[in-house]
């Protein structure tokens, strides 16, 4: 697998209906590397994340993941998608089942791992995220950090080879984010390859080996964390990295408000 | 005590307790002007009721409930594969289920048991729905439920989140497989309630079984009562029979809160 990218997107074009979401990406996530992407709601960001494991129908473009292309019709997409774990903003754990089932049941029903090797793998991921003793609580019993920490040990059992985070903090409150990130940011030190849709500045600029910036459907500038944060190059950038880092000093005059007078 | 102004928590402890009293006061006005003593001459005859045992129970009672749940099982069958149908993005399938749904539903059960019982007979003369009356009865009402269990089924598919379906599909699950193990199992809690009201009308609807042509073998409660009611020319059976309607239909309701109950731990 030397030489191949792990995600390799190219012209990728998006429309729901008359809306233009994505006018033309082109992104490249090599293998180990932490890609956030950032921007503004309706920016895309989350269509192009779903794009990559198909959760959306590209409307043009290629997305090859690991060598295979997923738009190809021929493309078996379950098979691409055992090995892409995704995080979604709200959890989206199986509310019928226990943690432990939430985790095992994908092992067993795709990956057809007998019930106490799935429990074994089951039990080392929720000890991964550190909650190897919630196991037989259901989702509804446990806080919004620990959902999502079972959500990303319930993707890492089925030993994904990327791992696609979309807002995975956004939906939590405050208190709860840094359990999470402290998780991502273990996955990263292992080296796993991450796609990271987020709004935590603080943890792009840490973790990320690259951050691209999205506005309007298209990729206004990536580089390194250092480089888009410290001097970024386009004005819209500048922009919004002012507004999200520094809300409490986002002029009146910007926004068109007359307060003052 | 006179001329007290009202407080307002006063004035509203006023209002309940005269409720209570309007309340009581209609109950006892009907109760008083009922002529009990006919009453319970034509409906409360001991030795009518006890006529009618054990057969009430080991043959009435007992086909009532096997109409019912042959009935139920046959429509959810149905019902399911209609719900999906609806739900298909194949366009002749939910064409289909649709005119099926509207078609049965604005029947009445009634007629559609006639039908099934002479009509499929004469459009099919070599063959016939096994099981006698039995079979016959689980088609007949069967058919009509499952055009409503189909439209609750849809409705508790579509109110698992769409976010369960996409889980589970980028787990690598089947579009199948995930509905199979993932979104059917929710839908199912979600619907037990409606489902279970869908029992109760079923048990209620078995009281149509007779124009089918019953015997002493395969007679429901209603028809039993009916009979008893001609030999005996006293009501009393009625009331027998509709007891033992409430012997089906209470413990289910008792049933579907216990499993609300659950329900609710697990979401």
């Given at each position: 697998m030397t030489g191949m990218s792990t995600i390799e997107i190219g012209a990728l074009h998006k429309s729901f209906g008359r809306l233009e979401v994505l006018r033309g990406i082109d992104l490249t996530v090599e293998a180990g590397e932490v890609v956030c992407v950032i921007g503004p709601s309706?920016?895309?960001?989350?269509?192009?994340?779903?794009?990559?494991?198909?959760?959306?129908?590209?409307?043009?473009?290629?997305?090859?993941?690991?060598?295979?292309?997923?738009?190809?019709?021929?493309c078996d997409i379950d098979a691409v998608r055992r090995g892409v774990g995704m995080v979604f903003q709200q959890f989206n754990l199986f509310g019928h089942l226990t943690v432990r089932e939430n985790v095992t049941i994908a092992q067993r029903r795709v990956l057809k791992r007998g019930r106490a090797e799935a429990n074994r793998i089951a039990q080392e991921n929720l000890d991964r995220v550190g909650l190897a003793d919630k196991a037989d609580?259901?989702?509804?019993?446990?806080?919004?950090?620990?959902?999502?920490r079972v959500a990303i040990a319930r993707a890492?059992?089925?030993?994904?080879?990327?791992?696609?985070?979309?807002?995975?903090?956004?939906?939590?409150?405050?208190?709860?984010?840094?359990?999470?990130?402290?998780?991502?940011?273990?996955?990263?030190?292992?080296?796993?390859?991450m796609l990271?849709?987020?709004?935590?500045?603080?943890?792009?600029?840490?973790?990320?080996?690259?951050?691209?910036?999205?506005?309007?459907?298209?990729?206004?500038?990536?580089?390194?964390?250092?480089?888009?944060?410290?001097?970024?190059?386009?004005?819209?950038?500048r922009e919004f990295l002012h507004r999200v880092l520094e809300p409490t000093r986002v002029s009146e005059t910007e926004i068109g408000a007359h307060l003052t007078e | 005590m006179t001329s007290v102004k009202l407080t307002p928590r006063r004035r509203r402890r006023l209002v309940r307790v005269a409720g209570y009293i309007v309340f009581a006061a209609?109950?006892?006005?009907?109760?008083?002007?009922?002529?009990?003593?006919?009453?319970?001459?034509?409906?409360?005859?001991?030795?009518v009721a006890a006529s009618m045992f054990p057969e009430a129970i080991t043959i009435a009672l007992r086909n009532t409930i096997v109409y019912t749940l042959l009935a139920f099982v046959f429509g959810l069958t149905v019902g399911l594969g209609l719900a999906l149908m609806r739900l298909s993005s194949i366009?002749?399938?939910?064409?289909?289920?649709?005119?099926?749904?509207?078609?049965?539903?604005?029947?009445?059960?009634?007629?559609?048991?006639?039908?099934?019982?002479?009509?499929?007979?004469?459009?099919?003369?070599?063959?016939?729905?096994?099981?006698?009356?039995?079979?016959?009865?689980?088609?007949?009402?069967?058919?009509?439920?499952?055009?409503?269990?189909?439209e609750t089924l849809r409705a508790g598919i579509q109110a698992v989140p769409k976010g369960q379906l996409e889980a589970a599909r980028t787990l690598g699950m089947s579009h199948p497989r995930a509905m199979v193990s993932i979104v059917l199992p929710q839908a199912f809690r979600i619907v037990i309630p409606p489902l279970t009201n869908e029992i109760i009308l079923l048990t209620k609807d078995t009281s149509l079984v007779y124009v089918l042509g019953v015997t002493t073998t395969t007679i429901e409660l209603t028809k039993f009562a009916g009979d008893t009611l001609n030999t005996r020319v006293n009501p009393t059976p009625l009331v027998v029979a509709g007891l033992l309607y409430l012997?089906?239909?209470?413990?289910?309701?008792?049933?579907?809160r216990g499993l609300e109950r659950r329900a609710g731990r697990e979401k």
């Open positions: 309706g920016s895309g960001k989350s269509t192009l994340l779903r794009c990559v494991n198909l959760l959306e129908e590209p409307s043009a473009g290629s997305i090859r993941v690991a060598g295979v292309e997923v738009t190809d019709p021929d609580s259901y989702p509804a019993q446990l806080s919004g950090g620990q959902q999502q890492l059992a089925m030993d994904p080879q990327l791992m696609l985070f979309d807002e995975p903090t956004s939906a939590l409150d405050p208190e709860l984010v840094g359990e999470v990130l402290a998780v991502m940011r273990g996955l990263a030190a292992e080296g796993m390859t990271v849709v987020t709004h935590e500045m603080a943890f792009a600029r840490e973790v990320a080996s690259r951050v691209v910036f999205m506005d309007g459907g298209v990729i206004v500038e990536a580089g390194p964390p250092a480089q888009v944060f410290g001097s970024p190059r386009e004005e819209r950038t | 209609a109950i006892l006005a009907v109760v008083a002007a009922a002529d009990w003593g006919r009453l319970s001459d034509a409906f409360f005859r001991s030795d366009l002749p399938y939910r064409w289909f289920a649709t005119a099926y749904i509207e078609l049965f539903r604005g029947l009445p059960a009634l007629l559609v048991l006639f039908m099934v019982g002479y009509g499929v007979p004469l459009a099919f003369p070599d063959r016939e729905i096994p099981g006698g009356v039995y079979g016959s009865v689980t088609v007949g009402l069967g058919l009509t439920a499952a055009a409503y269990m189909a012997v089906i239909t209470l413990p289910l309701s008792q049933l579907v």
